[in-house]
Every structure is written in C-alpha cells, then in structure tokens.
C-alpha cells in the first residue's frame, strides 16, 4: 500500500529563519514524490516535483530513498509563504492517482 | 483559460439524497480525476475517467459513480448520502500525452450532508 506521512500539523517559524517540512512515504517501486500548496482562498497547486529538481519560490526538496523521505526546505522563510503544505505520491504513470499527507501548516510570523 | 472549473461552489443536501457534482477539465487535458477532502485530512483519490472510462479507482463504495463526456468534462455521483459524505470534493484535470505526472485541481466543491 502506498502512504505518506506529515508528523506536523502546524510548523510556526519566525520570519527570516530556516524551514523543513517533513515527508516521509512508503511505496513498493519507483514513485514520483510531489510537493503540493494551499494559500489562503486559493486551489490546490503543484509547487515542485522531485524529478523536475526545480527550485521553486525558494523552496526545494531533495528525495531520500534510503530515508524513504522527501523534505521541503526553505532557508529563510517569508510571510508569503505561510499557507499549507501537502506531500503526494504518484506512479510514473501519466496522471497516476495521488496519494496525499494530511498537510502541514506553515505558519511565518515577524 | 480559466482552468479547471467546478459546480456548484457549494451544496447541501440530507442524508439518502442523491447529489451530482460538475468538472470542466483545463483547455487541452483529457484525463480527470476525483478526490475526497474531509476536514483536516488531505485528498483522497476516488476514480479517474479517461476516454469516457473509469481507468483507476480509490477505496471508494459503489454509491460512488462518474461519468465523462465526450467533451472531456465530468460528472460525480453520490447515491444514498451518508453524514461521513460531508467533504470538498476536488476535481484535478491532466493530459495524457504529457510524458510526466501533472494535475491541475479546481476550486473544489463543499458538500454538506444533514
């Protein structure tokens, strides 16, 4: 079966300070890992992709197979960037099902 | 292009009613896919359609059912509601002949159960 997992439901950081959003997953085979955003009032939209290897916004996650992990990271957090944060898994299929975490929000204060 | 698109915004409905949701998928996707998000939990698949067939379903039961248009939108039908039905319910569009595995989801639509 696949899962992911977020241990965090609410990570408050201050702005300026580093940030890492925790994954973990289990599947059996190559999957592909996916970090997924919600800002306030807005749709579900990709911010990166692990095979894509992007930084995106500042924010990058690099994927650990040993670890079966795929953090998200950012050094320096801004106040934009607070909303929530999902972990999903796929195939390699084209448009295989996602499997998502249950979301982590990321809080920026000053 | 507006992207995905969703209807109705909102719904409520009582328990044993039936309901149908809407999805037009973004201009040029052909494939799409259904989740179930309840409160504080993530997305859950339930099924994708692809030329007008259903080609991967979730844990999801029969009450659960959809249906793709030739023009690539799709339809979401719930039977015989329960109060465990309350959710968003996002539709989430892609193209087949992509190469790689990108979703673009819609608004969402919220589904009270009373």
């Known amino acids: 079966a696949q899962r992911v997992t977020q241990p965090e439901k609410l990570l408050s950081v201050f702005k300026g300070a580093p940030v890492e959003l925790k994954c973990n997953y289990s599947?059996?085979?190559?999957?592909?890992l996916f970090w997924y955003v919600q800002y306030s009032r807005q749709r579900l939209q990709l911010l990166l992709r692990?095979?894509s290897r992007e930084s995106i916004k500042g924010f990058t996650a690099d994927l650990n197979k040993g670890e079966t992990s795929f953090h998200l990271k950012k050094p320096f957090a801004q106040e934009e960037d607070s909303a929530m944060y999902y972990c999903?898994?796929?195939?390699?299929?084209?448009?295989?099902?996602?499997?998502f975490g249950t979301g982590t929000r990321l809080q920026v204060t000053l | 292009d507006a992207g995905v698109t969703q209807s109705p915004t909102h719904l409520i409905k009582t328990r044993g009613q039936q309901v149908t949701l809407r999805c037009s998928p973004k201009?040029?996707?052909?494939?799409v896919s259904w989740y179930q998000q309840a409160l504080g939990q993530g997305p859950q698949f339930i099924f994708q359609?692809?030329?007008?067939?259903?080609?991967q379903r979730g844990n999801f039961p029969d009450r659960f059912s959809g249906h793709q248009f030739p023009n690539y939108s799709s339809e979401l039908n719930v039977n015989a509601l329960l109060l465990g039905d309350s959710a968003l319910y996002l539709c989430?569009?892609?193209?087949?002949?992509?190469?790689?595995?990108?979703?673009?989801f819609g608004p969402g639509t919220r589904l009270t159960v009373l």
């Open positions: 989430a569009s892609s193209w087949e002949g992509q190469g790689y595995n990108e979703q673009f």
């Open positions: 599947y059996s085979g190559s999957p592909e």
């Open positions: 692990h095979i």
């Open positions: 999903a898994l796929s195939g390699q299929r084209t448009a295989s099902k996602l499997t």
């Open positions: 201009s040029g996707h052909d494939t």
């Open positions: 359609y692809y030329e007008e067939e259903e080609r």
